[in-house]
């Protein structure tokens, strides 16, 4: 029990992948909250009682898709639906801002769409990387869940 550490999780490949496409999902979620609400409030003029409303446009998609994808992508492999999150949140991030690349202009409808985009993009990026972490541990090393109590407290902290 006491052999479980950080290191038996970075010697497999799918497992640092999965760590990865975690740690991109919670990037991608909260990388841009502490500028947004000065942007909202200073380029769109929202006032700051009506800020979580705008940010809600990020969490509400999240949590639906969250509960959706599982079903909506189930034949999907998770390597397909990883990539396919994040060339769609790249191009939500566009939405975000004026952008001369895709040739949008600033604003706020732009915005709160590519918040929703992004919500809905991040779900299946973080909720189906948390899983695949755990099964190729349990592959790697052989493990059977319910075998030892004691060791699957010790695996799931």
């Given at each position: 029990?006491?052999?479980?550490?950080i290191?038996?999780?970075?010697k497999?490949?799918?497992?640092?992948?999965?760590?990865i496409a975690?740690?991109?999902?919670?990037?991608v979620?909260?990388f841009?909250?502490?500028?947004?609400?000065?942007?909202?409030?200073?380029i769109?003029?929202?006032?700051?009682?009506?800020?979580?409303?705008?940010?809600?446009?990020l969490?509400?998609?999240?949590?639906?898709?969250?509960v959706?994808?599982?079903?909506?992508?189930?034949?999907?492999?998770?390597?397909?639906?990883?990539?396919?999150?994040?060339?769609?949140?790249?191009?939500?991030?566009?939405?975000?801002?004026?952008?001369?690349?895709l040739?949008?202009?600033?604003?706020?409808?732009?915005?709160?769409?590519?918040?929703?985009i992004?919500?809905?993009?991040?779900?299946?990026?973080?909720?189906?990387?948390?899983?695949?972490?755990?099964?190729?541990f349990?592959?790697?090393?052989?493990?059977?869940i319910?075998?030892?109590?004691?060791?699957?407290?010790?695996?799931?902290?």
């Amino acid at each position: 029990i006491d052999e479980i550490n950080i290191s038996k999780f970075l010697k497999s490949r799918s497992v640092v992948f999965a760590f990865i496409a975690t740690g991109i999902g919670m990037f991608v979620c909260t990388f841009f909250a502490s500028f947004m609400s000065v942007e909202f409030k200073d380029i769109y003029g929202v006032p700051d009682e009506k800020m979580g409303f705008y940010f809600a446009c990020l969490s509400g998609p999240y949590m639906l898709s969250a509960v959706a994808n599982p079903i909506l992508f189930s034949n999907v492999p998770k390597k397909l639906q990883f990539a396919m999150s994040v060339i769609l949140a790249s191009l939500a991030f566009g939405f975000l801002g004026p952008s001369n690349l895709l040739i949008l202009p600033q604003s706020i409808y732009l915005v709160v769409l590519g918040l929703v985009i992004i919500g809905f993009s991040q779900a299946l990026l973080f909720v189906n990387s948390v899983p695949e972490i755990m099964d190729s541990f349990q592959l790697e090393y052989k493990i059977i869940i319910g075998y030892d109590k004691q060791f699957d407290n010790k695996l799931n902290d």
